[in-house]
């Protein structure tokens, strides 16, 4: 039998040059060193020339904000600069969309002119850093979990993720809409919400017309009518109607007491409840719901950076008590550098692979004594049993030293061997997490925050059976390697 003929397998195409011409300096300050090796090799790949210092030949500067160009480039060769000096967000945007993007709305704009004077009197960094500078950077940078030598924790400033927020007049009515969505039980449309708020309070800029965000990521034809509108007359005639119909109002409102669902939400609108206090009588809550509802105003509100670091803190300690070596770590938008959070993900292991067996029952008991944590939501430990993967969970409501304001918290407790898998899932974001299923489905798999399970194949258009055992990784990034997916550091993963 003749042999079957091979596919000629064509050439892999040429990336588009689309940076010809530009000669451009990249500021490093303030860019983790992986993140500005991409943007090296794609600027150059792509057309572009790197310079290690700012020459003469230089017609481009990028950096991530004023202060970090300022460190490194002086006020008076920056005033005789002829050049552009641009956000970084250009280069994401303009690779993300596959063309040069207008430079206009990403020009980076001291504050006064007064900057340039103070700035010629500061001293300025050499523009190429030393290997010890890149050593340092890489320890304090480390992706590994592993642990210092003790929880002691430091409440120095940590580098906190600040969006601009100059399009909060878009954001707040959609973060409306994904609340809304959520309620109605329609978490399709609510994480296209979610998506277009990641994107858009990232931006450097603020929107003036729609056409400026018509080639980003996650703004569809849908969403750009909806900021054309919001840009145009200040609101969303979705969002009013949504809040002039009773049902949908009262529906939403249900659905943001910690505990009650979309379906709980409309049997209660069903009964004909319409208030929060209406539902002060309703017999058939849950204790958890109960306690939702009596703390509904204190669990809205979000918690500074500065709380959570000491409550953190104060964690790591109360941990070490019972047991040392034991690592905790603050995980959600915290670990993502975020300026503020919701609530507080704690998520715990013991690098023995044992010792954690029985930890959060006594964790759980010492925060009570010490008035941290306060009500229970949910209490379930499988560590000793060995079912549901070993993992022990309690949800809860503390408050902060000293104040009676209620914060909800998470206390996750995995073993060691899938403590990365729970990691990546409560750092999040839920867009990252999403995607990272998405690819493991895609080769086979079933991701989740307790393993990575070879998966059967399933008949039709359903999934298959995931197996009983996890693949193994030690670390985040093992996992992000094996999937395929570039590695994030957490502060990047506000997508």
């Not at 690779?95 to 430079?103: A, P």
């Not at 009515?173 to 277009?196: E, P, Q």
């Not at 307790?450 to 008949?459: K, V």
Request: aromatic share 8%.
């Amino acid at each position: 039998m003749a042999p079957k003929a091979t596919r000629k397998q064509s050439p892999p195409s040429k990336p588009p040059e689309i940076f010809t011409g530009m000669v451009v300096f990249l500021v490093p300050n303030g860019v983790q060193s992986r993140r500005l090796q991409i943007w090296k090799q794609k600027l150059a790949q792509m057309g572009a020339t790197i310079e290690e210092r700012l020459t003469k030949r230089v017609t481009h500067i990028f950096a991530m904000n004023p202060d970090a160009l300022l460190q490194q480039v002086d006020g008076e060769r920056l005033s005789r600069f002829k050049g552009r000096v641009l956000l970084y967000q250009w280069v994401e945007d303009s690779l993300s969309s596959g063309k040069k993007l207008s430079e206009d709305m990403y020009d980076l704009k001291m504050e006064s002119e007064e900057e340039y004077e103070a700035a010629k009197s500061k001293p300025v960094a050499e523009n190429v850093s030393s290997d010890d500078d890149q050593s340092n950077e890489k320890k304090m940078r480390s992706s590994t979990w592993s642990p210092p030598a003790s929880n002691e924790c430091s409440l120095l400033p940590k580098d906190s993720y600040s969006p601009p927020d100059l399009n909060k007049n878009i954001t707040e009515i959609f973060g409306k809409l994904v609340n809304i969505y959520r309620a109605l039980g329609d978490d399709r449309r609510s994480f296209s919400y979610h998506k277009a708020i990641q994107m858009i309070e990232k931006l450097p800029f603020k929107i003036q017309n729609v056409e400026q965000v018509k080639h980003l990521p996650s703004i569809g034809k849908s969403m750009q009518d909806h900021i054309q509108e919001i840009v145009t007359t200040g609101k969303l005639s979705k969002l009013e109607h949504f809040e002039t119909d009773e049902k949908v109002r009262t529906i939403s409102l249900f659905g943001e007491v910690w505990g009650i669902g979309p379906a709980t939400a409309l049997k209660l609108y069903d009964k004909g409840h319409r208030t929060l206090d209406d539902l002060k009588n309703e017999y058939s809550l849950t204790n958890a719901q109960k306690l939702g509802l009596k703390y509904f105003d204190d669990i809205k509100q979000r918690i500074t950076r500065k709380e959570v670091q000491e409550m953190e803190c104060l964690l790591k300690k109360a941990g070490e008590d019972i047991l040392p070596g034991v690592v905790i770590v603050c995980g959600g938008s915290y670990r993502r550098g975020k300026a503020s959070c919701g609530d507080l993900d704690i998520i715990i292991t013991q690098p023995d692979g044992n010792s954690h067996k029985g930890f959060l029952p006594k964790y759980v008991k010492h925060l009570k004594d010490i008035k941290f944590l306060r009500e229970d939501l949910v209490f379930s430990t499988h560590s000793e049993e060995g079912t549901d993967s070993g993992v022990d969970t309690y949800f809860g409501l503390c408050t902060y030293p000293g104040q009676e304001q209620r914060h909800r918290i998470d206390l996750k407790v995995y073993p060691r061997d899938i403590y990365a898998f729970g990691l990546i899932a409560w750092t999040g974001n839920d867009v990252l997490n999403r995607r990272l299923r998405l690819l493991a489905d895609s080769k086979g798999f079933r991701l989740d925050d307790t393993g990575l399970f070879p998966a059967t194949h399933g008949s039709g258009s359903k999934k298959g059976a995931k197996a009983n055992t996890s693949l193994k990784f030690n670390e985040e990034k093992e996992v992000f390697d094996f999937l395929g997916f570039p590695w994030l550091e957490p502060h990047e993963r506000n997508l």
